[in-house]
T-cell receptor, first 114, second 111 residues
Framework: NAGVTQTPKFQVLKTGQSMTLQCAQDMNHNSMYWYRQDPGMGLRLIYYSASEGTTDKGEVPNGYNVSRLNKREFSLRLESAAPSQTSVYFC?????????????FGPGTRLTVT | GENVEQHPSTLSVQEGDSAVIKCTYSDSASNYFPWYKQELGKRPQLIIDIRSNVGEKKDQRIAVTLNKTAKHFSLHITETQPEDSAVYFCAAVYQGGKLIFGQGTELSVKP
């Protein structure tokens, strides 16, 4: 089992460019999450999904969109990147219902917006 | 609002000493409280969790206590070792299943 995988590992964007961060899990989990991690601010929830076809906003959704393409994949899109979106992005999945059990994190994507 | 306060932000202890990290949450309906450990450059990993129907839970050198009345929960690490050095995050689940994390505690265990 690969667990939770994320691509790319690193990305540099110019302000205004768009990109999609990919996430996939092979554990047959229903729940999936996207977080961003900034120094001194912990992990902040961007969007989450209870199952294929459903998504909900987290703490900091502005500037992002998501797609739960199928049970395995959950992508995060930045339509017009801003320097404030420079961060490390983690995808996670869980077997338990939303928020109620262990979340398994991917290795992260380090994004820099110049 | 939906928030989790975590203290201290940094903690330095001598090997063999105990370490305690404290968190508070704001929603009395929260019923699940996990703790994650993140080593430098790695992904967060769950080390222990507690549900609201339990006051304390232990796993070898790690324990978590929950005071629902005061909306406090704490992580206790005994007999600390250098490999315990990492950033520790507490979290609480809020309405809709949103897991809200504290700001993190950087624990340094000096040999």
């Amino acid at each position: 089992n690969a667990g939770v995988t994320q691509t790319p590992k690193f990305q540099v964007l110019k302000t205004g460019q768009s990109m999609t961060l990919q996430c996939a899990q092979d554990m047959n989990h229903n729940s999936m999450y996207w977080y961003r991690q900034d120094p001194g601010m912990g992990l902040r929830l961007i969007y989450y999904s209870a199952s294929e076809g459903t998504t909900d906003k987290g703490e900091v959704p502005n500037g992002y969109n998501v797609s739960r393409l199928n049970k395995r994949e959950f992508s995060l899109r930045l339509e017009s990147a801003a320097p404030s979106q420079t961060s490390v992005y983690f995808c996670a999945s869980s077997e338990a219902p939303l928020g109620q059990g262990e979340q398994y994190f991917g290795p992260g994507t380090r994004l820099t917006v110049t | 609002g939906e928030n989790v306060e975590q203290h201290p932000s940094t903690l330095s202890v001598q090997e063999g000493d105990s370490a305690v990290i404290k968190c508070t949450y704001s929603d009395s309906a929260s019923n699940y409280f996990p703790w994650y450990k993140q080593e430098l450059g790695k992904r967060p990993q769950l080390i222990i969790d507690i549900r609201s129907n339990v006051g304390e839970k232990k796993d070898q050198r790690i324990a978590v206590t929950l005071n629902k009345t005061a909306k406090h929960f704490s992580l206790h690490i005994t007999e600390t070792q250098p490999e315990d050095s990492a950033v520790y995050f507490c979290a609480a689940v809020y309405q809709g299943g949103k897991l809200i994390f504290g700001q993190g505690t950087e624990l340094s265990v000096k040999p």
